[in-house]
């Protein structure tokens, strides 16, 4: 049976539980179990390489002792096991304190996780589907780890105030061009599933990982936040499955929580993959940790104020933006200053309003910066939906070849021999400045639509409101005269 379809067939158990109701509360409860055996199969490959490694995971709760046999524990037994025993364990695991001790991430994993499932045989049904897959098995953790990411795409159909899934081709063009290395110290302040995270792994084991050695290093410096207890729990799992040793580094926090200038120069870091979420307005209080001229209950905002604070002399970041944020006054027109000033923001890749649906209809950009020098000149590169196509979808999403031209177009990592042409331009800071830092900069090559000589269609407008009152008149007739009989 393939992984895809043992996925299926377990989403096709659950909803015959009538504890589970809908896909957040399936996928948090795959979570879990998944994480078990993920963890289990890792812990069984270390106790092999490694002299004197132990499992975090007391051997009672293993999942070789209580789930690996297909006729073992099940019904209320294992319900009983499960919630009066297995759960309230593993919250209370008692931590070291040391670092890369994997009791903190399975501590943290189970912290905000629950059993929904009522029945105990239907959790053994799944128990076992979730058993046949080998996560040593490099390939069929792949092929799982593509599964996991459409679970995840679907998940992200629940999402409200700006915490929309980033679409595969927009995180992997996004690093591809900031071109992470391992040792950089990279940070994902609100990292949601794990998106950026799992490009940037794949994209420096394909290109810079040749050692032990630079892969120890690599994991050493992820850094990551999540606010929210399902997608951090989704992301922990998310890292073990791409096999990062100790994901601990995936914090369960607001970043913003944290005064501003408490974040000290040694915290300072060389890279920044986010999509911080946007139109949503952070709770009260938080504004507070900024500085006054920052300070706003939008969160997009928030986060680039603190973006540019903990970005390196010489650190990079590419970030996700809405149109709002280009063309916003007061707190964003002065971010867009302090922006400039602090950083060479180099590049910004405009994006079609449909790249985000069916979770968002709202134009966003990509903002491609570097800290340490201050802008002179913004190149901008218009991205459209194919020809033949009017708008991105569900069924018809953004790919990864339709953002090669921008990246043929790019330059390389030194941006060298840009070029204007119908999709791109480029505008001097001076020119910002005189705008009162406006970023919202249309395409001066696009030929704007003919819509057609102004009276004509004022005419047409005058005819079809006659028309519409005319049908009108007869449906009240029609009323009128059905009511009387």
Not at 13 to 40: E, H, N, P, T, Y
């Given at each position: 049976?393939?992984?895809?379809?043992?996925?299926?067939?377990?989403?096709?158990?659950?909803?015959?539980?009538?504890?589970?109701?809908?896909?957040?509360?399936?996928?948090?409860?795959?979570?879990?179990?998944?994480?078990?055996?993920?963890?289990?199969?890792?812990?069984?490959?270390?106790?092999?390489?490694?002299?004197?490694?132990?499992?975090?995971?007391?051997?009672?709760?293993?999942?070789?002792?209580?789930?690996?046999d297909p006729e073992g524990i099940t019904g209320d037994a294992l319900l009983a096991f499960v919630n009066d025993d297995l759960f309230p364990t593993l919250k209370t695991l008692p931590l070291t304190g040391l670092p890369g001790d994997r009791r903190r991430v399975v501590r943290g994993v189970f912290e905000d996780a629950y059993n929904y499932m009522k029945s105990g045989q239907l959790m053994r049904q799944v128990v076992n589907k979730i058993a046949a897959v080998d996560f040593n098995d490099l390939a069929e953790?792949?092929?799982?780890?593509?599964?996991?990411?459409?679970?995840?795409?679907?998940?992200?159909?629940?999402?409200?105030?700006?915490?929309?899934?980033?679409?595969?081709?927009?995180?992997?063009?996004?690093?591809?061009?900031i071109d992470p290395r391992p040792g950089e110290i990279l940070f994902d302040p609100a990292c949601g599933t794990g998106g950026f995270l799992t490009c940037a792994i794949r994209h420096m084991r394909d290109r810079h990982v040749k050692r032990p050695d630079d892969e120890r290093r690599m994991q050493a410096a992820l850094r990551a936040v999540e606010k929210k207890p399902l997608p951090h729990m989704l992301c922990t799992t998310n890292m073990l499955l791409h096999g990062v040793e100790d994901p601990g580094f995936v914090r369960h926090d607001n970043t913003l929580a944290r005064p501003y200038t408490s974040w000290t120069q040694s915290e300072r870091v060389d890279v920044i993959l986010t999509n911080p979420p946007f139109g949503g307005k952070e709770e009260d209080g938080i504004e507070s940790n900024f500085p006054v001229h920052f300070r706003t209950r939008e969160t997009a905002d928030l986060f680039l104020a603190l973006i540019i604070r903990l970005l390196k002399p010489g650190g990079r970041?590419?970030?996700?933006?809405?149109?709002?944020?280009?063309?916003?006054?007061?707190?964003?027109?002065?971010?867009?200053?302090?922006?400039?000033?602090?950083?060479?923001?180099?590049?910004?890749?405009r994006l079609p309003n449909s790249v985000f649906r069916p979770y968002a209809s709202i134009g966003t950009n990509l903002l491609f910066f570097e800290k340490g020098r201050p802008t002179t000149e913004t190149w901008y590169w218009e991205h459209r939906v194919p020809a033949g196509q009017k708008a991105y979808s569900m069924t018809r999403p953004i790919r990864q070849e339709h953002l090669d031209d921008c990246a043929d177009w790019w330059g390389g990592a030194k941006r060298k021999g840009r070029e204007e042409n119908e999709r791109a331009w480029r505008v001097p800071v001076d020119q910002v400045k005189e705008r009162g830092w406006n970023l919202d900069i249309k395409n001066p090559h696009a030929v704007a639509d003919d819509h057609g000589d102004p009276e004509t269609l004022a005419a047409d407008l005058d005819a079809a409101e006659r028309d519409v009152a005319r049908l009108?008149?007869?449906?009240?007739?029609?009323?009128?005269?059905?009511?009387a009989r």
């Open positions: 049976m393939s992984v895809r379809t043992i996925v299926k067939t377990i989403q096709d158990i659950m909803r015959k539980d009538s504890g589970v109701d809908g896909d957040a509360q399936r996928l948090s409860q795959l979570c879990w179990m998944f994480f078990l055996k993920i963890i289990d199969d890792q812990d069984q490959e270390l106790e092999e390489v490694q002299a004197g490694y132990r499992s975090p995971i007391p051997p009672q709760y293993q999942w070789r002792h209580w789930a690996a953790r792949r092929h799982f780890g593509e599964i996991y990411e459409q679970l995840l795409n679907d998940l992200q159909n629940a999402g409200n105030a700006g915490e929309y899934y980033t679409p595969r081709a927009v995180t992997s063009f996004m690093v591809d061009r970041a590419a970030v996700v933006l809405p149109d709002g944020s280009l063309f916003g006054e007061g707190v964003k027109t002065r971010l867009k200053e302090h922006l400039m000033e602090e950083c060479d923001l180099h590049t910004i890749v009108r008149d007869q449906l009240k007739a029609i009323l009128a005269e059905a009511l």
